[in-house]
């Protein structure tokens, strides 16, 4: 890492620590709250759960807070043109989350998203994950499912999720990314 780019991951993740107890209570809350939101749903309406995808240990600083505001405000932008019932922020040490009622359906709010993932500056760095309810039961709609590939690794380009599994990658190396995305992304 270069004395630059150490200067900026030591800024980006300059927060508290979250320990694995945290991030499963964050997960918990989350999913409670996913469950109560689209029990309230109409029909015509999908849950959008905007978080970050950040590894290692530090999920909020003051600079991932201002990516995590610069990225809720392009899905707002996206949005503009439909109705948006509830937004339910939650956050802490897991990092900031942010839960939207959409009067869209799930399909057509997931193809918004991805544009946003894909066209953003930032948007790599966004898990912005669209459910619905189908009778009592919850699912979430892939990327792959709109004919997308799956994300991939901000290091290598393989499928993000086999590089997770695999922790093919140290924290460090993550999050020297991360800060060289944030610094490009104009947050810093």
């Known amino acids: 890492m270069t004395d630059a780019l150490t200067a900026v991951a030591s800024v980006v993740f300059d927060g508290p620590c979250a320990a694995l107890p945290d991030m499963l209570d964050a997960r ?11 029990a309230e749903a109409g029909g015509a309406e999908s849950l959008l759960s905007i978080t970050l995808s950040i590894p290692g240990p530090h999920k909020t600083s003051a600079v991932l807070e201002r990516v995590f505001d610069e990225l809720v405000a392009q899905v707002d932008a996206a949005l503009a043109d439909v109705a948006v019932r509830n937004r339910t922020r939650l ?17 057509e ?5 991805v544009n946003i993932e894909q066209t953003h500056p930032l948007g790599r760095l966004a898990d912005l994950d669209v459910l619905e309810r189908t009778g009592d039961t919850l699912s979430s ?15 290598c380009g393989e499928e993000a999720k086999a590089c997770a599994r695999s922790r093919a990658h140290t924290v460090s190396e993550m999050q020297e990314r991360i800060a060289q995305i944030i610094s490009q992304g104009g947050c810093i």
């Open 141 to 155: 709609v892939q990327r792959t499912e709109l004919g997308f590939e799956p994300r991939r690794c901000l290091i």
């Open 28 to 38: 918990e809350r989350r999913a409670a709250c996913q469950r109560q939101l689209l």
């Open 109 to 113: 709010l997931k193809l918004r998203m």
């Open 91 to 107: 956050g802490g040490v897991s990092g900031p989350e942010l839960l939207m009622l959409v009067a869209l359906p799930a399909r």
